[in-house]
T-cell receptor, first 114, second 113 residues
Framework: EAGVAQSPRYKIIEKRQSVAFWCNPISGHATLYWYQQILGQGPKLLIQFQNNGVVDDSQLPKDRFSAERLKGVDSTLKIQPAKLEDSAVYLC????????????FGPGTRLLVL | AQSVTQPDIHITVSEGASLELRCNYSYGATPYLFWYVQSPGQGLQLLLKYFSGDTLVQGIKGFEAEFKRSQSSFNLRKPSVHWSDAAEYFCAVGPEGTYKYIFGTGTRLKVLA
């Protein structure tokens, strides 16, 4: 079974630029999550999708971050404009519907904002 | 407020030695408890989880954890560490049946040959 795929794996941008990350969850997983993991900290949930609908985006900085999952499968997370403090690893995870306590994580995208 | 504390930022052990990683949580009810491992350049992999029942939980890769309600702890153990266990370990806590996990800050494990 293929795992959660993410791209790119690394990205370096300058502040005020925009950036987008892509995630393809495990086949059949209806629930998708984006996490932000700042160096030295544990992951923090940014947004959760159930199919193509947003369940929880309470911790997403909506002035600069956006996410979509148009067809209920893969998802993109965008930052525009980026700030220095956005430097982090962005993790995507997925789970089966009704089993949200068991999440499978992708390898992450490491973002450095200069 | 819910919180998770992993008191040890770094731990170094020799290969073949036993390991215990500490995790303390603050939560009003019985939480769901998890241990994840993150190898360099990899995503988080679930080692084990506790929802209810037997307080000693067996996981993958020879790891186990014990839930101690009186101490609000969920420590991870392994009787004999292998060099491939070098990684960062995260404890997480979440309300029953939800996705709202709170992760600890992690413990980085180094294994000496």
């Amino acid at each position: 079974e293929a795992g959660v795929a993410q791209s790119p794996r690394y990205k370096i941008i300058e502040k005020r630029q925009s950036v987008a990350f892509w995630c393809n969850p495990i086949s059949g997983h209806a629930t998708l999550y984006w996490y932000q993991q700042i160096l030295g900290q544990g992951p923090k949930l940014l947004i959760q999708f159930q199919n193509n609908g947003v369940v929880d985006d309470s911790q997403l900085p909506k002035d600069r971050f956006s996410a979509e999952r148009l067809k209920g499968v893969d998802s993109t997370l965008k930052i525009q404009p980026a700030k220095l403090e956005d430097s982090a690893v962005y993790l995507c995870a997925s789970s089966l519907e009704g089993m949200v306590e068991t999440q499978y994580f992708g390898p992450g995208t490491r973002l450095l904002v200069l | 407020a819910q919180s998770v504390t992993q008191p040890d930022i770094h731990i170094t052990v020799s290969e073949g030695a036993s390991l215990e990683l500490r995790c303390n949580y603050s939560y009003g009810a019985t939480p769901y408890l998890f241990w994840y491992v993150q190898s360099p350049g990899q995503g988080l992999q679930l080692l084990l989880k506790y929802f209810s029942g037997d307080t000693l939980v067996q996981g993958i890769k020879g790891f186990e954890a014990e839930f101690k309600r009186s101490q609000s702890s969920f420590n991870l153990r392994k009787p004999s560490v292998h060099w491939s266990d070098a990684a960062e370990y995260f404890c997480a806590v979440g309300p029953e049946g939800t996705y709202k996990y709170i992760f600890g800050t992690g413990t980085r494990l180094k294994v000496l040959a």
